[in-house]
């Protein structure tokens, strides 16, 4: 990862971030909210058997 990817104008929005930041700030909300997974995309979706 280069370093000069983060800085004082860092965009950590999930909808319009790149993707290292977003991933950044998802593994950082499950950690506060004890959270054992990641979700990605939308969640009104599942995933049929």
């Not at 860092?10 to 959270?35: E, T, W």
Request: charged share 25%.
């Amino acid at each position: 990862m280069p370093s000069n990817l983060y800085g004082p104008n860092d965009n950590y929005d999930l909808k319009n971030s790149h993707f290292f930041p977003a991933l950044i700030i998802k593994i950082y909300n499950a950690k506060i909210k004890n959270k054992k997974e990641l979700q990605f995309g939308e969640q009104e979706h599942q995933k049929e058997n």
